[in-house]
């Protein structure tokens, strides 16, 4: 089977994961509400073609907090990619850093930040959740540091986990063989315990995670280490705003890719308002069921500086390890270059509000 595009590899990866492993790497909370809104937002923006313009030459390069990249793409933070390949993180940082792709690690990765950024060739970004513990926080954001990583990412949108219903039916539970490597063994019991009609992963969240934090915390981790602060999973313009009052030197716009709280609005949908009120102040990203080259030009011209995609990187780590990670991430920078050719958008500088219509009122 040729593999021509990144949904071919989701066929595969699904024939070879486990029902409830495949479960929770697909699947939303809810009634999965967000994840089907968040793909209908791309589905309905049109594209505006200019003609009769030199596009012989089309540049996708970007830089992104002094990163360079070979397009505006990246892998988003998803945690112990050891479930999906046995190499794990290694092989989606080395198969990223192949096609000129940023690799964003989770803090639950199963590789150590250390063989992560020994593998990788491209820019290496650390996400956090904020842990009780901050002196393991501040750990493993400055051990990150000296391993070369280059921001890190608070995700704020996760106080708790999301009522995911494929994971709860599952009674889903990380296999004991595979752990969060950054990470001290008794911080990560509880991921491992199973109970009916309980998914490990919410019952961790709630004894680990903070859910006293606020605004007022960011300087204490913009201390820890000399990176820049990342915020993801913000949507609207009041947070975006307090975002860049409060440090933020980037902001993610996301909705979890519909995993958090379901029938929250669409990152796409959200993404001009951000944008708006972030003023240039800072970059801005967003994901949410990025699929196709299309869909990150439909995101670039509604203000993303660059798009992180989930799954599909998973799919293919699935069904190819490195190169299969290396391969779909190309595949996408390639159909963003024929799109950009084919609308008369030669430089990422070209993409702008007017190469899109979404049925929506574009923001002054």
């Not at 004894?207 to 204490?220: G, I, K």
């Not at 313009?237 to 975002?243: F, K, N, S």
């Not at 958008?345 to 993409?351: E, F, K, S, Y």
């Amino acid at each position: 089977m040729s593999i021509l595009c990144a949904e071919d590899y989701r066929a595969l990866a699904r024939a070879r994961l486990r029902g409830d492993v495949w479960d929770f790497l697909d699947g939303g909370s809810g009634a999965e509400l967000s994840v089907d809104a968040n793909r209908a937002a791309f589905d309905r923006a049109l594209l505006r073609p200019r003609t009769l313009v030199d596009v012989s030459r089309i540049d996708t390069t970007r830089k992104l907090l002094g990163g360079a990249l070979t397009a505006p793409l990246g892998v988003a933070p998803i945690a112990y990619h050891r479930m999906f390949h046995p190499e794990g993180e290694t092989a989606t940082a080395a198969g990223a850093g192949r096609a000129g792709a940023l690799f964003v690690a989770s803090i639950f990765a199963s590789r150590t930040v250390e063989e992560i950024a020994a593998a990788a060739t491209g820019p290496l970004w650390l996400q956090l959740y904020w842990l009780r513990r901050r002196p393991a926080l501040a750990e493993l954001a400055r051990r990150a540091q000296d391993a070369g990583f280059r921001a890190l990412v608070l995700t704020v949108d996760a106080p708790r986990i999301g009522k995911r219903l494929r994971d709860l039916r599952n009674g889903f539970v990380v296999d004991p063989d595979i752990r969060a490597a950054n990470l001290d063994p008794a911080l990560m019991t509880s991921a491992h315990e199973r109970r009916d009609g309980a998914s490990s992963i919410a019952t961790h969240a709630a004894l680990t995670f903070d859910q006293t934090v606020t605004w007022h915390d960011l300087a204490w981790l913009k201390g820890v280490t000399d990176l820049p602060v990342v915020l993801k999973g913000i949507l609207t313009a009041e947070d975006a705003a307090r975002a860049v009052e409060y440090g933020a030197d980037a902001i993610i716009v996301s909705n979890h890719g519909g995993r958090q709280l379901d029938g929250a609005v669409p990152a796409l949908r959200a993404l001009p308002e951000v944008v708006a009120a972030v003023a240039g102040r800072c970059p801005v990203l967003v994901d949410g069921c990025v699929r196709t080259g299309r869909d990150i030009f439909v995101a670039l011209a509604l203000g993303a500086e660059a798009v992180l995609v989930g799954r599909p990187a998973l799919w293919a780590l699935t069904a190819g390890g490195a190169d299969g990670v290396a391969h779909v991430m190309s595949l996408l920078a390639g159909e963003l270059e024929h799109t950009m050719a084919l609308t008369g958008r030669p430089t990422l500088a070209d993409i702008g509000r007017d190469a899109v219509l979404t049925g929506e009122r574009p923001q002054p």
